[in-house]
């Protein structure tokens, strides 16, 4: 509607120039395509948004883009496009979010969408130049594979499936950077890196080795297993050290810190196929991990898997989420001591990154920590959680440094409003969680 205004006024004021007999201006627009909107939506969008990318839509050409500038328009200023879940305007933690767009960004795109969406001068538009991961020590490969959906509620249109992925002998050590690329990028939504221990005790006396073969036999014509969360059923995590959403390009530690790959660890990859595209069903994928592995690092970084919801299961009384209720909301508070024990001896650990973590119920998260007086402060916003894009959100600048005294809080809020039931915690695809996983830097020398 506001679109359509605006455009009858500025046909209004050219007839109303023209009737006055003064020449109609030449024009001289504002904003025009070539000139200022190609080279954001080339840097920001066609990473997923091209021909043979993940996105259903392709904005490649000026016609594109005009087809679906009323969408663009929504899309960017609502801040849904491009994908970024933690709130990132400063308010809450300061996020790198490179592939973000700024304030004025998007007020250049709408104003444009909004305007005669005017071409201007051809120029040469550089597609995002493709950049590598520097010192790059092997890679492995998911198996070749073709995605079939799941069905149901929560994973209509969706397979999630996870896979060990052997890491060369030799290439123990500490993670510092990897790459990865999808051998079919209209199918791979995410990419999720867990490193297993499997000699480690998980429920039942089993092991977790013995838990992922158990997944695996189930479906002894396809290679993996089915793992909605993370790396499936009763599957123990040490650590996430490998995220990836579309268009992201290769990650790198920060300098000097590095994430235990041991010998004796197990690398489980597991790949979201989103098959919502019908013209995809069928085609098969081998997705690419390049991983850069140092011997040694100066820090070591530990992930933090905070989740009171879900530890409530090992306590004599579950916490459970109320159903019937579109904003069903609940919140804890601690300190880093309590929850993870084991840092209790370190001086401190450094911040440096998020990944906020819910299945299908989720809508909002937050993470809060201790400030400089230990009052809670927001540190990792999510205003509108979507399980396609899982992500560690790296902070910039000076990482927060929390001590065994610090406060922590959590706050999750989940739509029930379609459950008969209390929803109870767990790693299944109808459980919920309430988890953030901390990527911490421990002192230097531990
Ligand atoms: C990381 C990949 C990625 C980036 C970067 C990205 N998009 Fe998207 N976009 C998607 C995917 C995937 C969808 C399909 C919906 C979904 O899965 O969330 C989508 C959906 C859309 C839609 C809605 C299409 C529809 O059918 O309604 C628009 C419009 C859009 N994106 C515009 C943009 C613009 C403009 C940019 C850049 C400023 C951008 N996107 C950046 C992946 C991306």
């Not at 999808?182 to 838990?211: M, R």
């Not at 819910?358 to 920590?369: A, N």
């Not at 007086?373 to 990792?380: E, G, Q, V």
């Not at 029930?416 to 109808?430: I, K, M, N, Y």
Request: one cysteine or more; glycine letters at 8%.
């Amino acid at each position: 509607m506001q679109r359509r205004t605006m455009r009858w006024s500025a046909l209004a004021v050219g007839a109303l120039a023209a009737a006055c007999g003064t020449p109609t201006p030449t024009p001289n627009p504002e904003v025009t395509y070539y000139r200022d909107v190609a080279p954001l939506v080339s840097q920001k969008c066609l990473g997923c948004h091209q021909a043979g990318g993940v996105a259903p839509l392709q904005l490649e050409t000026y016609a594109q883009l005009k087809t679906n500038a009323a969408s663009v328009a929504a899309q960017v200023s609502s801040k849904r496009m491009p994908p970024y879940l933690v709130t990132h305007d400063g308010t809450c933690g300061n996020f790198e979010a490179q592939e973000t767009l700024s304030d004025a960004q998007i007020a250049t795109l709408t104003r444009w969408a909004e305007s005669e969406m005017v071409e201007g001068d051809l120029t040469h538009i550089d597609k995002p130049s493709i950049t590598h991961l520097d010192g790059a020590t092997t890679e492995v490969k998911t198996p070749n594979l073709v995605p079939v959906a799941q069905g149901g509620q929560l994973a209509e249109l969706d397979e999630y499936r996870c896979y060990v992925a052997e890491v060369p002998a030799g290439q123990a050590g500490y993670l510092t950077g990897y790459e990865v690329t999808p051998g079919n990028a209209a199918l791979v939504h995410h990419v999720l890196g867990f490193v297993i221990d499997p000699a480690k005790q998980v429920t039942g006396g089993h092991t977790n080795a013995e838990v992922m073969a158990a997944l695996d036999a189930q479906d002894p014509d396809r290679t993996g297993w089915p793992c909605y969360g993370l790396a499936g059923d009763g599957v123990a995590v040490e650590s996430v050290p490998i995220s990836w959403a579309p268009g992201q390009g290769p990650v790198s530690y920060p300098t000097g810190v590095g994430a235990a790959l041991k010998a004796t660890d197990k690398l489980v990859l597991q790949v979201h196929y989103n098959l919502a595209d019908p013209s995809v069903r069928g085609q098969s994928d081998q997705t690419a991990v390049k991983l850069r592995v140092a011997p040694t690092v100066q820090r070591k970084v530990a992930f933090l898997f905070y989740d009171p919801l879900l530890n409530s299961l090992f306590s004599q009384q579950p916490t459970v989420i109320a159903p019937h209720d579109p904003h069903a909301k609940l919140s804890w508070d601690s300190t880093l001591g309590a929850e993870f024990p084991y840092l209790s001896p370190l001086p401190y650990v450094d911040l440096i990154g998020v990944l906020p973590h819910m299945h299908g119920r989720g809508v909002k998260q937050q993470l809060s920590v201790g400030d400089a007086n230990n009052t809670l402060a927001c540190a990792a916003d999510v205003q509108r959680w979507d399980f396609g894009w899982q992500k560690v959100y790296f902070y910039s600048g000076t990482p927060t440094r929390l001590t065994k005294d610090s406060r922590i809080g959590i706050s999750c809020e989940w739509d029930t409003s379609h459950d008969e039931q209390a929803v109870l915690p767990g790693w299944g695809t109808r459980n919920e969680m309430c988890l953030t996983v901390m990527m911490v830097a421990l002192p230097e020398g531990i």
